[in-house]
């Protein structure tokens, strides 16, 4: 879906929108390192039903975040990776990550997924 600023009333409703729905954010994540075929997404996102993550996918593909790649083989097979656009969030999921890590660390969980930080900040694009 194109965006236009007329429906923000402010840029956390613009990032909400990109980046706000039930797997969109951890989607965005599991592809900083590189590009994924569907199946290694849906293993990483297990919680996922194949329904909300094809969803999430086309949402994110819609408003330019991802890019989606059909390999013409014998089954097709799907690559998903990140656009500029997407690339440039990845300063937004580290601070949501490092946020997240030091919650559940207060909650006494030791879960952490920030290690997958391979990439430097990204300049936002316009």
């Known amino acids: 879906m194109k965006h236009t600023k007329e429906q923000f009333s402010c840029p956390v409703e613009a990032t909400q929108a990109l980046i706000g729905g039930k797997y969109k954010a951890s ?5 900083i390192k590189g590009p994924l075929h569907y199946m290694e997404l849906q293993r990483l996102i297990p919680k996922a039903t194949p329904k909300m993550l094809s969803q999430q ?5 819609d408003c330019g ?17 990140l656009t500029p656009l997407g690339q440039s969030a990845v300063p ?8 997240g890590e030091a919650y559940l660390d207060r909650l006494g969980a030791g879960t952490s997924c920030c290690s997958k930080k391979s990439k430097p900040p990204v300049e936002p694009v316009v």
């Open 57 to 61: 996918l086309r949402d994110l593909e």
């Open 92 to 99: 937004v999921l580290d601070s949501m990550c490092q946020w």
């Open 27 to 31: 989607i965005l994540w599991n592809l």
């Open 65 to 81: 975040m991802i890019h989606r790649e059909v390999i013409p083989e014998k089954p097709p097979k799907t690559i998903y990776s």
